[in-house]
């Protein structure tokens, strides 16, 4: 870190990789004449389930995984710190401030050399996170778990108490500014997209004229529409509504050039379906084994969390049992298609049997009431929504590379603070700030 940050005086090398050079009065010992490891067990009646999250230790999540073990939990006592072991939950950890029990794949270590508050910014550090990792082992290639003896010999800083205490206070203090700003340009995010679909919204369903008169569509959500546009179901306007389907021959999938063969992971914020994780060949679709579709056609997640979900694809593409697929005909255009239902996510979450897992299928699909004028007009709508979008998309797109550079620079502060990179042992609140200038600078 440069620029408003001063460095020690002298440096040492620390003999350790992943902590490079270190002021000259700190030293490198083993993780293990800091901590003890908290082994006992106990039951989630007895202690209250915790999550071990990327955010730190919190009351156990309505989403977690739960398992059968109840009563072989480990115990977390306030300011123990907490580490998930499996390498896909990276990041998961923290000094927790509850009382509780977590699972037995995480660590727990009791502080005993070390501040609880400056381990918390430690041992959260990207740097001790992919040394923790590095450690593991496992059958997976990707997934491996790292056990308690290989993180108590990690070799990590002796710090002075005192400049320990700094530390974790100014990290407290500039990370939550961090935090602050990242948590309004998420905000603003979810503003930007709330008015993008309201610009859709508006467009599809009230058109681009003020002044137009208005009829009453005779449909609930819809309200009043343009007098001369016309109230249709899907039906009517499709020359196909169909669900995909999932090749029986493992062989029809290909790793060469193929066709989209799409899933609902394969959606994503924008309205063009492209590049599928999955391929299917060429001689699948020609031994009548996957299915094939034109190119221009309408998909729309027809089960799960994303059902309603809606995009278009510009290529021939094929598609798993979950999609339903419409192909527009010549009575409306496939973008002002697109945009329509694009609106209509909520009436379609309505419209499926919600009391047990979502279904929206074909049949449903064809019900669905779209409002539309004629071909010209669509066009207009079209281009006008194209136009807005693409704006919307741009500060879309600046606000989520503002969180990006935030989060960057929150974990380069972290590491260059807790490895002692820069020198804060004379750092104090300021008295007056303007944060937003202070951290983007």
């Known amino acids: 870190m440069s620029g408003r940050y001063k460095a020690y005086g002298e440096y040492k090398d620390s003999g350790v990789e992943w902590l490079g050079e270190i002021p000259k009065s700190w030293k490198a010992k083993r993780l293990a004449a800091f901590f003890e490891e908290r082994r006992e067990k106990v039951s989630d009646k007895d202690y209250s389930p915790l999550s071990v999250t990327m ?33 896909d939950r990276k990041g998961s950890s923290g000094v927790s401030s509850l009382v509780g029990s977590v699972s037995l794949i995480s660590i727990v270590m009791v502080p005993t050399r070390i501040y609880p508050y400056f381990a918390h910014h430690l041992l959260r550090s990207y740097s001790f996170q992919e040394e923790f ?72 369903t009230k058109g681009l004229d003020p002044d137009v008169p208005m009829k009453d569509s005779g449909v609930e959500w819809l ?17 196909f509504v169909g669900t995909g389907g999932t090749p029986k021959n493992p062989e029809s999938f290909t790793d060469l050039d193929g066709i989209d063969w799409f899933s609902p992971g394969d959606f994503n914020s924008s309205l063009i379906l492209q590049d599928a994780n999955k391929k299917i ?16 056609s309408i998909v729309v997640i027809g089960i799960g969390a994303t059902l309603g979900k809606v995009a278009l694809t510009e290529n021939f593409f094929s598609c798993n049992q979950q999609i339903n697929i419409i192909v527009p005909n010549e009575k409306i255009n496939f973008k002002y298609l697109a945009y329509s239902l694009s609106n209509q996510v909520e009436q379609m979450q309505q419209a499926s049997n919600a009391s047990t897992i979502g279904i929206m299928n074909q049949e449903k699909t064809k019900k669905i009431w779209i409002v539309f004028p004629k071909k010209h007009e669509q066009f207009e709508i079209v281009k006008f929504i194209s136009k807005k979008t693409t704006e919307f998309d741009l500060l879309l797109n600046w606000s989520e590379k503002q969180i990006q550079f935030l989060k960057e620079r929150r974990t380069a502060l972290i590491s260059a603070a807790v490895t002692g990179k820069i020198d804060v042992r004379d750092w104090q609140v300021p008295v007056t700030q303007t944060e937003s200038d202070e951290v983007m600078a």
Do not use: C
């Open 133 to 204: 990792y590095r450690y593991g082992k496992g059958i997976v290639a990707d997934l491996w778990s790292t056990n308690s003896s290989e993180m108590k010999n990690i070799l990590i800083p002796e710090v002075p108490m005192r400049e320990q205490e700094a530390i974790a206070a100014f990290l407290d203090h500039e990370t939550a500014k961090i935090d602050t700003l990242i948590d309004k340009q998420q905000q603003l995010i979810e503003l930007l997209k709330e008015k993008r679909q309201a610009v859709i919204s508006h467009a599809v």
């Open 55 to 87: 955010k730190g230790i919190v009351p156990q999540l309505e989403n977690a995984a739960k398992t059968e073990a109840g009563d072989n939990r480990k115990l977390v006592l306030k300011n123990d710190f907490v580490i998930n072991s499996r390498s």
């Open 223 to 239: 309200g009043e529409v343009p007098d001369h546009w016309v109230i249709s179901q899907i039906k009517y306007l499709s020359s």
């Open 281 to 296: 060949s060429k001689l699948s679709i020609r031994n009548g084994d996957a299915k094939i579709y034109p190119k221009n």
